[in-house]
């Protein structure tokens, strides 16, 4: 039934846009999260925080949950067998995710300090969990999860957390940190604006020696990823995570901050498309002697993937087009008002 | 507590909590689309307020809709992590429309809420009344996806099982099962009458309160008739579920109803004691039952023969007692809601609505009632598609994940558990807060309601009545 080559390479390649799109824009709302305590210290700078995100970040998350339902879709064996492997993860960044969404709304509703300084600290550790534990699914995916005959996880919860899985995880908190600072550059001013800048910095140094530590650990810990770099053109991807990231410096240094936050998103496009070559034709490898989740062999029917492809192909230049629209009409810096959080 | 249990448990309480929410979203965002209309079209002269009513129950929607984002990401991956065997077998068919919901539907609701809710200054008043359609549309195809993928679950189309896994063969076949038009008429109008009766609720205690009174009388009148067409609609729709039920899920049908023996010219219980798994238990006591009509309902034949649940093995039947209850008691509810509606619109009809503090204190009363319907009617839905998981296809024994162990399902409940309560106080709280607040007063201080006040009573309830007309 499923035999379509072109179908299913299609849909692995779609489902890595859809994680690049969400890792670029809900990786800027988790990112703004991540230094709220410490980017924005007075009440009103945390608003400005809050706000910066305020129309745009239910529309972010929305490309998780379209990834997760297009997984579901296209390769339900690997949908079933990751989320019941990592099960106490995925539970704790959807508990994380939840009080995060929900700090955002109901912060501001109260002017009480408590309160305020509550939501403050869950927006901050509810953006951050998920932030590192995704990278940390992400490190156990790229060194090969345990599967037993049958296709199913056959670790341990403690087993997700090896050191090289946390490394992945320190990985993408600090590229989430580098692109919700360059969000912050084009979205505030003043104070506020001075600590993004110091935190962009940071976050793009520590992206690129965390970057470079995992690449180089990976040959050991994850050798069949570099199959995929045996052809030579795809040295390329990884070269464009390397110049997006030197060049972000630059320019921020030049005040050139939309280009840094193209900058920033290229990196972080470049190191999914990293993966998803050294992947490839997999999408969860199998550690030690499993049989690996491939593309082929846990796609859905060619009928099935032909139904979503139309579905996507006219529904999502509309997204697009109406995400452009709205990030459109709300650029350029914060001010509060009466219908602010 | 074995894990599947466990696993019941858990999708029980997230799919229940979850669902007061978007219920209250789609019928709360059609109030507010309709007063955006009046407000754009500046019906009556009264553009400021229609304005100040929508963005009010905008506010209202934003912080309902947040709880039902967070609870419905969990939705979205349970399947995944507590019914991986179901997930495994069913993805081909069932992952299509959650996928086709997030790219149809959810990017639209919840890129133009942000519109909505952070536009003002940045788009223009026809752009605004855009958002606030884009927004309900949006919670319309969430429904339609969401429908499709449950409603295949009962009434399985359009597929065949290749190697142990369900694939599709029909996408028109598999969208357009035999359930999903009953199915998503009744739970859309369900859903209109649930934000309905909030919004009407919250209205008639303002004006019982004599507070907000401007926005409030603008607003009754418009909740009021969609929640006595949206209570009229539940009854129609409910009809058809209840028919197509009996035609595609017989099991289902006679647990329902608790009908132990097929035979013809069957009754309809009104009321009777809880009915028992073995027919010999069935306990005996006072009932109220109808002679022959619900052969008459089900098949338009007062002697039409209906299938018992004698016709199945004991073991596919589902569980009776709370199949039975839960849509009794719906229908009981259902039948107040449009009883109290009614009156309502007689009332509106004579213009004697606001001279009715009776029936404003029962509007009042009567505001949860559709939420709770609701409830019980997905319990009837579900718990009355047991021991299926897909009916007659798959038991839900056989869908949940295999590798999870219990106490790792132990620990998410209780997280959820606790985080759900949380969540449902401070909405609750939050609620509480933002009707308390109310809308915002009047440019020039709220003239009309001091103006109302210092009128004597019965005028002042007078004046409000002859201006729903």
């Known amino acids: 039934m499923a035999e379509n080559g072109f179908l299913q390479a299609a849909w692995f390649l779609l489902i890595g846009v859809l994680l690049v799109g969400y890792a670029i824009l809900d990786g800027f709302d988790l990112g703004v999260g991540m230094q709220h305590l410490t980017t924005a210290r007075t009440d009103d700078e945390r608003r400005i925080l809050m706000n910066s995100i305020g129309p745009v970040w239910d529309g972010n998350e929305v490309w998780l949950i379209t990834a997760g339902g297009a997984l579901f879709a296209a390769f339900p064996k690997v949908y079933a067998t990751v989320f019941s492997g990592f099960y106490l993860a995925l539970m704790l960044v959807l508990a994380?995710?939840?009080?995060?969404?929900?700090?955002?709304?109901?912060?501001?509703?109260?002017?009480?300090?408590?309160?305020?300084?509550?939501?403050?600290?869950?927006?901050?550790?509810?953006?951050?969990?998920?932030?590192?534990?995704?990278?940390?699914?992400?490190?156990?995916?790229?060194?090969?999860?345990?599967?037993?005959?049958?296709?199913?996880?056959?670790?341990?919860?403690?087993?997700?957390?090896?050191?090289?899985?946390?490394?992945?995880?320190?990985?993408?908190?600090?590229?989430?940190?580098?692109?919700g600072s360059t969000w912050l550059l084009n979205k505030t001013e003043g104070a506020v604006r001075d600590r993004a800048r110091r935190t962009a910095n940071l976050g793009m140094a520590a992206t690129l020696v965390l970057w470079v530590v995992v690449t180089?650990?990976?040959?050991?810990?994850?050798?069949?990823?570099?199959?995929?770099?045996?052809?030579?053109?795809?040295?390329?991807?990884?070269?464009a995570v390397v110049a997006a990231l030197l060049a972000f410096p630059v320019l921020i240094r030049r005040g050139r901050v939309v280009a840094a936050f193209a900058a920033s998103s290229a990196a972080i496009a470049a190191m999914v498309a990293t993966l998803g070559i050294g992947l490839w034709p997999n999408l969860v490898p199998a550690r030690d002697q499993g049989v690996s989740l491939a593309v082929s062999t846990t796609a859905s029917s060619d009928l099935t993937l032909t139904v979503m492809l139309i579905i996507t192909v006219v529904g999502f230049?509309?997204?697009?087009?109406?995400t452009a629209w709205i990030y459109r009409t709300f650029r350029g810096p914060v001010h509060l008002d009466e219908h602010s959080y | 507590m074995d894990v599947e249990q466990l696993a019941r448990i858990q999708f029980a309480i997230t799919i229940g909590f979850h669902f007061f929410f978007p219920s209250i979203?789609?019928?709360?965002?059609?109030?507010?689309?309709?007063?955006?209309?009046?407000?754009?079209?500046?019906?009556?002269?009264?553009?400021?307020?229609?304005?100040r009513a929508a963005a009010f129950w905008t506010r209202i929607f934003a912080l309902t809709f947040v709880v039902g984002v967070g609870s419905g990401l969990v939705m979205e991956f349970q399947f995944g992590t507590n019914w991986a065997q179901y997930s495994a077998f069913v993805g081909d068919i069932f992952g299509a429309p959650l996928a086709a919901e997030g790219i149809l539907a959810f990017f639209l609701e919840s890129s133009?809420?942000?519109?909505?809710?952070?536009?003002?200054?940045?788009?223009?008043?026809?752009?605004?009344?855009?958002?606030?359609?884009?927004?309900v549309v949006g919670t319309l195809l969430s429904a339609v996806w969401i429908l499709i993928a449950n409603s295949w679950m009962q009434t399985p189309a359009g597929y065949q099982i290749i190697d142990g896994r369900a694939r599709l063969t029909d996408f028109f076949a598999a969208a357009l099962n035999p359930s999903i038009v009953p199915r998503y008429l009744h739970t859309v109008a369900s859903a209109l009458t649930a934000g309905a009766f909030l919004a009407l609720g919250v209205s008639a205690w303002y004006v019982l309160k004599r507070r907000h009174l401007s926005v409030a009388r603008a607003v009754v009148p418009i909740a009021l008739v969609t929640a006595f067409v949206g209570s009229a609609a539940m009854f129609a729709t409910g009809d058809m579920s209840a028919k197509q039920v009996a035609r595609t899920q017989p099991a289902k049908f006679a647990g329902i109803?608790?009908?132990?023996?097929?035979?013809?010219?069957?009754?309809?219980?009104?009321?009777?004691?809880?009915?028992?798994?073995?027919?010999?238990?069935?306990?005996?006591g006072p009932e109220l039952q109808v002679a022959r009509l619900l052969s008459f309902m089900t098949y338009g034949d007062w002697n039409a023969p209906v299938t018992g649940l004698d016709q199945f093995p004991a073991q596919?039947?589902?569980?009776?007692?709370?199949?039975?209850?839960?849509?009794?008691?719906?229908?009981?509810?259902?039948?107040?809601?449009?009883?109290?509606?009614?009156?309502?619109?007689?009332?509106?009809?004579?213009?004697?609505?606001?001279?009715?503090?009776f029936w404003l204190r029962a509007a009042v009363l009567a505001t949860p009632l559709p939420l709770i319907a609701i409830q019980l009617g997905w319990a009837t839905?579900?718990?009355?598609?047991?021991?299926?998981?897909?009916?007659?296809?798959?038991?839900?024994?056989?869908?949940?994940?295999?590798?999870?162990?219990?106490e790792q399902v132990a620990i998410s409940l209780g997280l959820l558990v606790g985080l759900y309560v949380l969540l449902g106080a401070l909405w609750l709280y939050l609620m509480r807060r933002e009707l308390g607040h109310g809308p915002a007063p009047a440019p020039g201080d709220g003239g009309d309601e001091a103006a109302l006040d210092e009128l004597p009573r019965h005028e002042n309830a007078l004046r409000a009545g002859q201006d729903v007309a």
């Open chain 1, 96 to 179: 994380a995710l939840i009080l995060r969404a929900v700090s955002l709304e109901f912060r501001s509703k109260e002017r009480g300090r408590a309160w305020r300084t509550t939501w403050d600290v869950a927006f901050c550790v509810g953006s951050l969990l998920p932030a590192v534990l995704f990278g940390v699914a992400i490190g156990n995916v790229m060194r090969g999860v345990p599967l037993d005959g049958q296709g199913d996880y056959a670790g341990t919860f403690t087993g997700l957390l090896s050191p090289f899985a946390l490394c992945v995880g320190l990985l993408s908190a600090a590229m989430f940190l580098m692109q």
């Open chain 1, 216 to 239: 180089a650990w990976s040959r050991s810990e994850a050798p069949a990823l570099w199959d995929g770099f045996g052809f030579i053109p795809a040295w390329l991807v990884p070269v």
């Open chain 1, 317 to 322: 230049p509309f997204v697009l087009a109406y």
């Open chain 2, 25 to 51: 979203s789609i019928g709360i965002g059609a109030i507010v689309l309709v007063l955006e209309t009046l407000r754009v079209r500046n019906r009556h002269g009264k553009a400021d307020t229609y304005d």
């Open chain 2, 112 to 135: 133009f809420l942000g519109l909505l809710v952070f536009g003002h200054g940045r788009i223009s008043s026809r752009v605004r009344w855009f958002a606030a359609l884009m927004v």
């Open chain 2, 257 to 284: 109803m608790a009908i132990y023996s097929t035979s013809t010219g069957v009754p309809m219980t009104i009321f009777a004691l809880p009915p028992t798994q073995r027919a010999a238990d069935i306990p005996q």
């Open chain 2, 316 to 357: 596919d039947w589902p569980p009776i007692a709370l199949s039975f209850l839960s849509y009794h008691n719906m229908v009981l509810l259902g039948t107040l809601m449009l009883l109290v509606m009614a009156f309502g619109a007689y009332y509106l009809w004579r213009r004697s609505l606001f001279r009715r503090p």
């Open chain 2, 381 to 406: 839905a579900e718990i009355g598609r047991q021991p299926w998981i897909v009916y007659g296809v798959m038991r839900t024994a056989d869908g949940v994940s295999r590798i999870v162990p219990a």
